[in-house]
């Protein structure tokens, strides 16, 4: 008898897809597929999670590690690779996840696909300035700075300074000027500005110095910003 056979001639590539980008809390969905179907075996996939500067584990409801393994069904294209999000109360930017294939049913891959995914931050910090307590001449006004929620970075703030009738540059151990600018620390929700005075040995009216919180970049101007 005589024998003919038919070779395969498909190559096959395994691939990963951006994910939509989510809100806190939401679900990043990576499709990983490979082009052609095989007829009886599975395709199990390894993935290498690589993190933005600022995206952590905990970002996530279930720490989803350093990689994931997904299976691509026989007979099928494509499966998901699905890593769910986790609220939190912290001002921040976006974060991105980087996924990489970097192994194909054990054997290691070079150079593989890879993907992104961004979490997009649903927190708005606001901040608010409040009165110093009234002082005597020589004493330091103080105005508390604060923010609604803490932010993964410096938040700037810059100040309009009015002056009252009476105020001069002698009033004061350094002049404030025009404006004013007060760094809140990464992390922290409150800063304060002091501004040290100087006993004039004058006669005069009560002295008012008023601050107004100007915009400031990514953050929300509460009402009460004077």
Do not use: C, K
């Not at 979490?119 to 002082?135: C, M, N, S």
């Not at 700075?145 to 350094?174: G, K």
């Not at 007060?182 to 008012?208: C, F, H, K, R, Y």
């Amino acid at each position: 008898g005589a024998i003919g056979s038919i070779h395969d001639n498909e190559s096959i590539s395994i691939y990963v897809d951006n994910a939509p980008m989510v809100t806190e809390g939401g679900d990043l969905v990576f499709d990983v597929g490979r082009t052609i179907a095989h007829e009886t075996d599975p395709t199990t996939v390894e993935l290498t999670l690589l993190y933005s500067e600022n995206l952590e584990a905990s970002d996530f409801a279930t720490n989803p590690g350093t990689t994931q393994l997904v299976t691509i069904p026989a007979t099928q294209t494509e499966t998901q690779l699905t890593l769910e999000s986790a609220l939190d109360l912290l001002d921040e930017d976006n974060e991105t996840l980087l996924v990489q294939i970097t192994r194909i049913n054990g054997d290691i891959v070079t150079g593989g696909d890879a993907a992104t995914g961004t979490i997009e931050d649903d927190d708005t910090t606001e901040v608010t300035i409040t009165d110093a307590p009234t002082i005597t001449e020589a004493g330091t006004l103080i105005f508390n700075v604060a923010l609604s929620l803490e932010a993964d970075r410096a938040i700037p703030v810059s100040m309009d300074v009015s002056y009252s009738e009476y105020l001069t540059t002698s009033d004061f151990q350094v002049y404030p000027g025009a404006d004013e600018e007060l760094i809140v620390p990464m992390g922290s929700q409150l800063a304060n500005l002091l501004i040290g005075t100087v006993d004039d040995n004058l006669s005069e009216g009560t002295e008012v110095l008023t601050l107004q919180v100007a915009e400031v970049d990514g953050v929300t101007i509460s009402s009460g910003d004077t």
